[in-house]
């Protein structure tokens, strides 16, 4: 019985390395158990979250050439007081580990290394190709894209024979670009890989509670739900537009009269992280509705995305008129009338925009509110609703562009008079 008792405590013990320097509350230690692939720690704030991440980089640098790497969001928050960085220093100045400034990164005795890196931009991914990792950390996933999280699954990796654990852990509170892709796969998910560890500020008894229930008190009551109770459930609707104003459908709009159009957005460089190409197709039927029926996006080159287009508009069809929309200036001039005399035999138009992009999208959100506007179901719906409801705020605004430009496109232009079965 005995044996038993001892076999249990150690079975719920994590494994711990001198340089973790308190011991975990229950949560981080159910955290630090975890052999799933995948584990987010978090929900409110004050929770632990920045500890439980950053004990559990700490569980094998006593490894030989064991490799962790954490990352925020941009330097900046890396550098923030109490952040991860600066609460590695607290933890490991006067340690045996030692610590390069310039390449943000402990050196332990073993030869292993814990890393700080941000991915500000969807090009930062790419920093970290060809590197080696058996632990990674997102703190506050919810500030990334899930391309990124996806991308960096590929530097996970160990020599044959080592048994360390390869490890993807995050960390978060709800709210964010990144909230539904989030909760999708880690609070909605039935992926037994996959493990959330919701925690509260209750969880966490280093903290002022008391103090932080008053700091929390300020904040608008969406906000303060998500921080203080961690529901993911809850959320604002964006200052534009609203997800819940787009009903999904499986079924397209049936009419041979119909009026379709694809209009693009175009990027000039790959590099240009902020800027995509986007192809909206947009249909417009004679009792008044719109339905998006298909959104294609990427970061090509220019050759590249020529092609794309051209592809694009003999799989829509002639009927399909299609749409450029005309940067400013002698260049998007000249670009413009190089894919119209690419595009001959379509019905092609370049279109230089007017007046604000917000001002711009004023017309299609009235319509969504009113429940004239519908998508049908696809991949890319969810992609579009994000980048709908954070606008004019996100990081991107490619597709809410096209979506305007073809939205005013067909409601100035006359229509035919048909009768149409959703």
Not at 115 to 140: H, N, P, V, W
Not at 283 to 306: A, C, I, N, Q
Request: proline share 7%.
């Amino acid at each position: 019985c005995r044996a038993s008792s001892s076999r249990l405590v150690q079975a719920l013990t994590p494994r711990m390395t001198p340089y973790i320097p308190h011991r975990p509350t229950p949560k981080q230690a159910a955290f630090l158990l975890l052999p799933s692939d995948e584990a987010l720690f978090g929900g409110s704030a004050g929770g632990g979250k920045t500890d439980a991440l950053l004990m559990a980089a700490l569980q094998y640098v006593d490894v030989p050439n064991y490799a962790a790497l954490i990352l925020r969001k941009t330097y900046s928050d890396l550098a923030l007081p109490g952040a991860l960085m600066d609460r590695s220093k607290s933890w490991l100045g006067g340690t045996d580990a030692t610590w390069n400034e310039t390449m943000k990164t402990w050196f332990f005795p073993s030869g292993a290394t814990i890393s700080f890196g941000y991915l500000e931009t969807e090009a930062d991914k790419f920093r970290y190709q060809g590197s080696e990792f058996q632990f990674i950390a997102f703190d506050e996933l919810t500030q990334f894209p899930e391309s990124a999280y996806r991308y960096l699954f590929s530097r996970l990796r160990r020599l044959a024979g080592v048994e360390i654990p390869l490890r993807m852990r995050a960390a978060s509170n709800p709210g964010g670009i990144g909230h539904d892709w989030v909760k999708s796969h880690f609070i909605d998910a039935k992926d037994s890989g996959r493990v959330f560890i919701p925690s509260r500020l209750n969880d966490n008894p280093f903290l002022d509670q008391e103090q932080y229930l008053r700091s929390l008190e300020h904040l608008d009551p969406v906000t303060r739900q998500q921080l203080l109770e961690g529901d993911w459930s809850a959320r604002s609707g964006g200052s534009i537009f609203r997800r819940e104003w787009f009903p999904v459908t499986d079924h397209p709009p049936m009419a041979p009269s119909i009026r379709r159009v694809r209009a693009w957005d175009l990027a000039a460089s790959i590099r240009v992280e902020a800027k995509r190409t986007a192809g909206l197709k947009l249909s417009k039927t004679s009792d008044g509705f719109f339905m998006v029926e298909h959104v294609l996006y990427g970061r090509w080159t220019p050759g590249d995305r020529d092609r794309v287009i051209l592809e694009t508009a003999k799989a829509d069809g002639r009927s399909c008129a299609v749409l450029i929309e005309q940067e400013p200036g002698s260049g998007g001039v000249a670009q413009t009338q190089a894919l119209v005399k690419q595009l001959a035999g379509f019905n092609v138009q370049g279109i230089r925009p007017t007046g604000d992009k917000v001002v711009r999208a004023g017309p299609v959100a009235s319509q969504a509110q009113a429940g004239n506007v519908r998508l049908l179901q696809g991949p890319w719906v969810g992609p579009f609703l994000d980048e709908l409801e954070a606008f004019p705020h996100g990081a991107t605004s490619d597709m809410v562009d096209a979506l305007s430009l073809g939205f005013n496109y067909l409601h100035m232009a006359p229509q035919p008079r048909v009768t149409v079965v959703w």
